[in-house]
């Protein structure tokens, strides 16, 4: 199957799937504010290009980027692609966004006779790189059957959760209230048993084979016990996605103390300049407040 | 091997593992305050009798009480057994209690030459049934060599956590940290997500397959589902623990925000009367306060 396509942002998650696409043969076109990795993007076997030139041309645009305003950016901004595209075409969002947003995102696309498919995607950067992420996904039958070649390429399992945009990224909301608590609440309970004398590798390889374990723990965890706070997701997610889990709740009259709890948490990582580490680091937050000493730092 | 021990509180818990020792061929003399629990376990092949004339032909005494309160009662009280008990017998001390309580009741245990095992369990009540429980277990090689025909019939793992007490209760409090939390973070995930058109069952269908999930989400959660309420595990249990936690992490100058919001929840919902209900009912707090209705309850 021909699918010529464009991906914006080719960060660690659009990278991966821009890749997924390549290896199923489609004509994918990258672009990313960062000249490297369109440059690395293209040494892989992707095109550049202009998105004037290339926008006629494309199927499927699938848009990977950080936030809200620049999936604004990317399809209707001064340079935005939506109102240069055929109509049919359909334009794939991947970031985490409010729900509400999502759905005005549709709307104006269909404004344009363009397809839209509210699509965040959960995994991380390895799993994309597989193409097998989870996609949380709501749309119009033809969004998703526009869309099929591309799911298949780069998830491992798709949700379909509606027929309209913002379902998708309600459920994204929820799944990103429980992985941010748990990563904290895994660095308060780590921390806490310090204090206990519990050493951090004993606190893994106790709770991982107990009813106290979650997922981000298990992943999370080891990376405070090797010292090794790559950023494989940052921190500085997290202000973000808990901020979207609290607008959006707080616009339904719904109070969510204990995401509030962990959002303040993370605040303090970035204020004490932990952003760019991975999230594993909050744990430094606990033990700079109880003077704990964590295992030493990979170099 | 012949075993001669006495298990006091036959709750959900003690019940269970004082049937997994009677299939072990001990002989069991079964403690509780309520005398249904009593006749019960007798009727299944189990022994009453009074402490006194029992205690002096003991190996071992079980404790599967409530709290450190009971276990002091149990052990030191008015009628406490442990006076009674013939020197190189064993304690072992399973309810949840502070680490520094654990580390007293040793101390005295071993003034008498009795040799104590602070043994706190998890898992619940059908693994205490089946006699495959984790046991966070800390003392001294003496009261494990002793105990080691005990904890082989009602442990499926045994944590081996150091050679004194108060390590096993220090664990079983950073376990009950994340549990607790995760039940409640559940309950706030689940219900946000309904205020976003989420329904329960389509929750735990997804988020069981994601990044963010937690072995009590994926327990308790379908309780939610099914509205079934029956306490294999009440809230009640939680003020209980997450207090101990805040107490032993406030000596240790400890501040854990995130399980200090999730005890609020837990007090909310003792105060809504839901004391005595499973602790998924912690769900009615988040939907009583946002107006949302749960899945119908079972009668």
Redesign the interface.
Known sequence: MSVRMAVFGLGSMGHGMARSCLRAGFTVHGFDVVAEHVARFVAEGGKAGDVAEVAPDLDTVVVVVLNAAQVESVLFGADGIVPRLRKGATVMACATVP?EFAKDMECRCNSHGVHYLDAPI???SVKAAEGKL?I?ASGSAAAFTALAPILDATAE?V?R??DVA??GS??K???????G??I???A??????M????KPD??VD??A?????????E?RAPHIVAGDYTPHSQVNIWPKDLGI?LE??RT???????????L??YKRAVAMGLGHEDDAAIAKV?AA???LVLPEEKQ
Do not use: D, R
């Not at 204090?195 to 519990?198: D, L, P, R, V």
């Open positions: 729900p959960s995994g991380g989870g949380m399992t949700f959760l509606g913002g379902a309600a459920m909301a929820v799944n990103q209230l429980l992985a608590v748990h904290a609440t895994m308060e309970a780590m921390t806490f048993g204090t206990q004398g519990i004993v606190f106790v709770i084979k107990c009813a106290c374990n979650s997922w981000m723990l992943n889990v959006t709740a339904a009259g719904f109070h969510a103390p204990i995401t509030e709890t962990a303040e948490q606990y407040e109880a003077g």
